[in-house]
């Protein structure tokens, strides 16, 4: 069920599938704070959903081109010029992280918004169309593999993560929380930061009787563990992290409980109507 | 040497030489045989087979798992054109285009001719692409970066001026409906800032709106543009597919010549696809179109295009098959993929454990591997050409079978490529929606291909303009790949505009073997052109509305693309208007309209029987919708085949349980499609 981003498959999800069990829905754990900002597209309270699970969690990080002249967050920091990130549109880590960067941390990112996808924004990394840009880690490990590797101007250079990974490009990376001083910028950006933990999440529509959502996070808890899915994924360049639905509903909690401050510094992720 | 050794080591690899070369060459096989009937069959994709082929390899050797991928992957684009031109019904995506000529020859009893057309012109597109592959992967890199956003927006706007030379004649119908085609591209989340245009939220409400967010699909208006106006066509005649028979000309060996004949065109398309193909984010949709219009512009005859003519169907069927081979370049060479294709295919590599890039071209390493990619595509494409060879003059009698009994089937495939697009009801309609647009356009002589070369185009364009702007300000405007680009625009309008010139100053060439078949014009009367061009002058005026009072106060810079294009479409759609308002009062009382050819009481029986069969695909899709695909198959085919078709209760009943066999075991309980319950089982809490 593809469309709007996986909205269609929520609004699905919530609205018309039958919550007998059977029907589970994937979507992007965006639309929760999505709510929490008061979007006025997200028409369902993502509290009521009932949360199976999810396989993993996102780390998102920054990189930049060695063509910039820049090696780290310091030096980009220091250098206080424009630089230019590629992004795919708004709603995703290319568009909102170098954003909540440029708030929270005086950056003077410029996102450069309409790439198709990531293959696209690598492609004008390398033709230095743009400098740089914001996504997963474990999607940078995998797709830039080539650029990672490289030399000269063509070196992609990871200069600030999410979370500790122990791949050697970002073991010693700063941290977003450990670089954001203010209280109230890591209160927003620990907002934004709360749908990176549980990612690709499966659901259940409202009503799904308790047991059977039950029985459904004990099969994903057990499948997440089974050794040959495990296997699986690693020959896949997949990483798995399982997350419980009971650990999800409480990031839901926290999420919608956004504080006011958070909610205006956050408000910029969403279009709204001009007065 | 070493590269000859890889390349001879490649080709050894998928060969049944080796106990290897078996594994591998049975996968291929195996490859083939889905591939075979994913581009046959309109509602699967070529794309989401793939994915659904990925989780088969973990437990093959690298080879065995590409040579079964791209074993299926490259013979698609072959067998859709079967379809297409068969049934006037694109089996892909990327074979839209062969419909145009194709399926017209069809008509003329010419199938044979241009299936032998299509799949020799598709063999010379796919050895073409895998050279090209073999080729251009050391020169990949600078190939591909030296087009930047820029030089993209720049070609995109190459591509549109190709509307000029599809207008069949009449340049302002021919851009208006370009225009058309752009503008339906901007329906949806705009790529910027992600503000909803013209999802009509307020006239049909949030479901049907959020639908729209996603935007227009390419499959869904393809398939409402051709088919719907073929099927009403096939009913309205009351014949088979084809009006004359299967002939001499018929044969396929005609349209193999035909290939050699226009050798060069087929070269160049076969150039021009891989070009397009290697284009991050452009692929064989693009590839095709561009083809087609290079293929009418560079023709000393234009007026023999959409009417059946050879070039028509050997250049996109080049085109979309050499694409395959130009698109697996940049992931081949430095790991990017550039279509939704080879993003799956990318996944097959980390399965593998196979880093794309520079190791693809190390002979100490991967080159062997890389090597075999291009023999799979030939190899594939040749033992898929010479399969349908055996069969093809078999095959294409199926278009001597009266139409009655092709029409029930013919509605199944439209529904399940239009539902499988997205799987979505929603797309269904979009399919009866582009239908009627499709039929009214036929029957005001406004070409459809402009429209899509649009639609095609649209978000290209959009995308690649604001991306320049962004990132270099103007000064995109000096760079010498856009100059240059800016020229050959300026190059081909001039080109084109005296060729227009030219061709009215000439009395219209006799061509043989290419009279159009006669129309029979239901809407004769001359009131009804002006009315049609009075809608498109409405629907822009509303579009203009909305941008202005809707999309503009939401943000500005999503506004301005609908604004740059609605302005001058709205005075073409008032230029046209004119037009007709004004031949309509020129034309003398009782003088025949233009292509009315039908004397009044067969014009009668012609309406009713438009009228029939618009009424029977409307109640097809309300069947489907109401009781489900499952149960609307075989009820509506029955319904169809007894009371509309007038056949016997026991063929009937046959053919309905054939078309609910077919559908059932491939689309539902081999691929479980989730295809949604009847909405009035649902209300009648019948599966509660």
Same mark, same amino acid.
């Given at each position: 069920m593809t469309g709007a981003g996986s909205l269609i498959a929520?609004?699905?999800?919530?609205? =018309?599938?039958?919550?007998?069990?059977?029907?589970?829905?994937?979507?992007? =754990?965006?639309?929760v704070l999505r709510q929490a900002l008061g979007d006025k597209a997200i028409r369902f309270d993502t509290r009521n959903f009932g949360w199976i699970g999810a396989p993993t969690k996102a780390t998102p990080s920054c990189s930049i081109m060695a063509h910039t002249g820049l090696k780290s967050l310091k030096d980009i920091l220091a250098a206080n010029r424009e630089l230019k990130m590629g992004s795919i549109g708004p709603g995703t880590t290319y568009d909102d992280l170098p954003q909540l960067l440029n708030l929270t941390l005086g950056t003077r990112f410029k996102v450069i918004s309409g790439y198709e996808g990531t293959s696209t924004i690598l492609v004008a990394m390398r033709r230095k169309e743009v400098d740089g840009a914001c996504w997963g880690w474990e999607s940078v490990r995998a797709t830039a593999r080539p650029m990672l590797d490289a030399q000269g101007d063509d070196k992609l250079i990871p200069f600030l993560i999410h979370r500790r990974e122990p791949d050697l490009e970002v073991k010693d990376l700063p941290l977003v929380t450990d670089v954001i001083k203010s209280a109230d910028h890591l209160s927003a950006y620990k907002t934004w930061g709360g749908t990176q933990e549980f990612q690709r999440p499966f659901t259940v529509p409202p009503g799904t009787p308790k047991e059977r959502l039950e029985l459904l996070r004990k099969g994903f808890a057990a499948a997440m563990k089974d050794p040959e899915f495990i296997a699986e994924a690693e020959k896949s360049k997949l990483e798995t992290t399982y997350v419980s639905g009971e650990e999800i509903e409480k990031y839901v909690g926290d999420i919608i409980a956004i504080t006011p401050k958070a909610k205006e510094l956050l408000s910029f992720l969403m279009t709204q109507p001009k007065k | 040497m070493e590269y000859i050794d890889a390349f001879y080591g490649g080709l050894i690899k998928i060969l049944p030489f080796t106990s290897q070369g078996q594994q591998a060459f049975f996968f291929m096989l195996v490859g083939i045989f889905i591939g075979f009937w994913v581009g046959i069959l309109p509602g699967l994709g070529g794309a989401a087979t793939l994915a659904l082929m990925l989780p088969f390899i973990y437990k093959m050797d690298p080879t065995s798992a590409f040579a079964f991928l791209l074993g299926s992957n490259s013979v698609t684009a072959t067998t859709g054109d079967i379809t297409s031109i068969l049934f006037g019904v694109p089996g892909e995506g990327t074979t839209a285009s062969t419909i145009v000529d194709g399926h017209p020859m069809a008509k003329k009893g010419e199938a044979g001719r241009a299936l032998g057309a299509a799949l020799m012109s598709s063999l010379v597109g796919a050895i073409f692409g895998a050279f090209v592959l073999a080729l251009a992967i050391p020169i990949a890199s600078p190939l591909v970066l030296s087009i930047g956003s820029p030089e993209f927006f720049m070609l995109a706007l190459l591509g549109i001026t190709f509307v000029g030379s599809l207008s069949g004649g009449n340049i302002v119908k021919g851009l208006m409906a370009g225009g058309l085609g752009l503008m339906i591209s901007t329906i949806g989340l705009d790529p910027i800032r992600g503000v909803p245009r013209f999802t009509f939220e307020g006239i049909l409400g949030q479901g049907p709106s959020i639908f729209l967010w996603d935007g227009i699909d390419l499959v869904a208006v393809t398939i409402g543009l051709f088919a719907i106006p073929e099927i009403i066509d096939l009913a309205v005649k009351g014949t088979s597919i084809a009006r004359e028979k299967v002939?001499?000309?018929?044969?396929?060996?005609?349209?193999?010549?035909?290939?050699?004949?226009?050798?060069?065109?087929?070269?160049?398309?076969?150039a021009l696809g891989a070009y397009v193909g290697i284009l991050p984010g452009v692929g064989g949709g693009t590839a095709q179109w561009v083809a087609y219009a290079y293929a009418v512009q560079s023709s000393p005859n234009r007026e023999r295009f959409g009417k059946g003519a050879v070039e028509g169907v050997l250049g996109?069927?080049?085109?979309?098959?050499?694409?395959?081979?130009?698109?697996?370049?940049t992931t081949v060479a430095f790991g990017i993929p550039s279509s939704v294709s080879t993003a799956i295919l990318f996944g097959a590599f980390l399965i593998q454990g196979i880093v794309p890039g520079p190791d693809m071209l190390n002979p100490a390493k991967h080159l062997t591997l890389t090597f075999s990619f291009v023999w799979i595509i030939i190899v594939a494409n040749i033992i898929t050409v010479a399969v349908c060879f055996l069969f093809l003059n078999q095959l294409a009698k199926i278009t001597n079978i009266r139409g009655s009994l092709l029409i029930p089937f013919l509605l199944l495939l439209i529904y399940l490529g239009g539902f499988t697009a997205k799987n979505a009801l929603g797309d269904m309609i979009m399919v009866l929606i582009f239908g009627a647009l499709g039929w009214l356009m036929v029957q005001f002589d406004w070409q459809r291909p402009p429209l899509l070369v649009g639609l095609v185009l649209g978000t290209i364009t959009e995308r690649n303009f604001w991306i320049s702007t962004r990132a270099y300000g103007a000064g995109w405007l000096l760079h010498p790949g856009v100059l240059i680009i800016a020229a050959l625009i300026i190059v081909a309008i001039v080109y084109s505009v005296r060729q227009l010139l030219r061709e009215k100053n000439q009395q219209p060439a006799t061509v043989?073997?290419?009279a159009t078949e006669p129309q029979i014009t239901m809407l004769s009367s001359p009131v009804y052109r002006p009315l049609f061009a009075l809608f498109f002058v409405a629907l822009f005026v509303y579009v203009l509305r909305e941008t202005f009072y809707e999309i503009r106060p939401m943000e500005e810079r999503a506004a301005?693309?609908?604004?740059v294009l609605g302005i001058p479409c709205l005075a073409l759609a008032l230029f046209v208007f004119g037009q007709e308002l004004f031949n309509t009062l020129r034309s003398a009382p009782g003088r025949p309209n233009p292509g009315e050819t039908a004397s009044s009481p067969e014009r009668t029986v012609a309406r009713r029987r438009v009228v029939s069969i618009a009424a029977w695909t409307l109640g097809f899709f309300l069947a489907i919708w109401l009781l489900g695909f499952v149960v609307a198959v075989p009820l509506a085919s029955f319904l169809y085949f007894r009371f509309a078709g007038g056949e016997k209760w026991s063929i009937s009943i046959l053919l309905s349980v054939m078309a609910w066999v077919v559908f059932y075991g491939l689309f539902d309980y081999l691929l479980h499609l989730p295809f949604p319950e009847g909405a009035l089982l649902v209300w009648l809490n019948l599966f509660g």
């Open positions: 929520a609004n699905y999800t919530y609205y =018309s599938a039958k919550p007998d069990g059977l029907f589970v829905g994937i979507w992007i =754990s965006g639309f | 002939g001499k000309l018929g044969g396929l060996m005609e349209g193999v010549k035909d290939t050699f004949r226009h050798w060069w065109l087929v070269l160049k398309c076969s996109p069927g080049a085109a979309n098959n050499s694409a395959r081979g130009g698109d697996l370049v043989p073997g290419l301005l693309f609908p604004t």
